[in-house]
């Protein structure tokens, strides 16, 4: 079958099974950004007993923040450029949470610069601790994030997902969030991403 006539799925399933053997060196990697319009105030889930999402601060939750800040942008680095954490807690314990940002940013997991418009949020760094994956705490974070952002005078919110993620791809998905945008690439020695393509899906409804 032609190169040209493969699906994405058919195109980055072919190329996964093309570098496997060479892994360690190179491999491939599938973004995808999602766009979901912030909500109309009042939508935002109830979490259940149990369970609450409030904002965050440097103050009250470094510690529990430094389980689960990965990459580049550290927690310091976060909190000094004003992003906003929003934090998820089970029975007081935090166990997940997830960034928001008005400002420029190239993420360490995604190879291309972010650089949000008026009226733009990024959501990025969503992280719950593994045993508490398949709640739907993505879920809850997601949409809390997307009400933050209003709160803000936001009336979009963007974020990028590894396709195949378990956590950010379907919380994206579950919380209203649609894919507008893939991009294939392949990263090098585990740190440099390249990018081979990148395909516009649909145009991103602003009001």
């Not at 939508?43 to 990459?71: F, I, K, M, Q």
């Not at 000094?80 to 960034?99: I, P, Y």
Request: with cysteine.
């Amino acid at each position: 079958m032609p190169w040209t006539s493969l699906s994405l799925d058919d195109a980055g399933a072919l190329l996964r099974r093309l570098l496997r053997p060479i892994d360690w060196l190179v491999a491939p990697e599938w973004f995808v950004t999602n766009v979901a319009r912030v909500p109309t105030a009042g939508l935002e889930p109830t979490p259940p007993p149990g369970v609450s999402v409030r904002l965050g601060s440097v103050s009250d939750d470094a510690e529990a923040l430094a389980r689960l800040v990965h990459g580049r942008e550290s927690l310091a680095w976060r909190f000094a450029r004003g992003d906003v954490v929003l934090v998820a807690e089970v029975d007081g314990q935090v166990v997940g949470c997830t960034w928001l940002t008005n400002q420029p940013l190239r993420p360490s997991y995604f190879p291309i610069k972010v650089e949000p418009k008026p009226g733009e949020w990024y959501n990025y760094g969503l992280v719950l601790l593994p045993a508490f994956r398949g709640r739907g705490l993505g879920r809850i974070l997601s949409r809390r994030a997307m009400a933050e952002a209003s709160r803000r005078g936001g009336d979009v919110v963007f974020g990028h997902a590894r396709r195949f993620s378990g956590v950010a791809a379907a919380s994206h998905t579950a919380a209203g969030f649609v894919t507008v945008d893939d991009v294939l690439g392949i990263k090098v020695l585990d740190r440099f991403v390249v990018v081979l393509y990148r395909r516009r899906r649909r145009p991103v409804r602003r009001a």
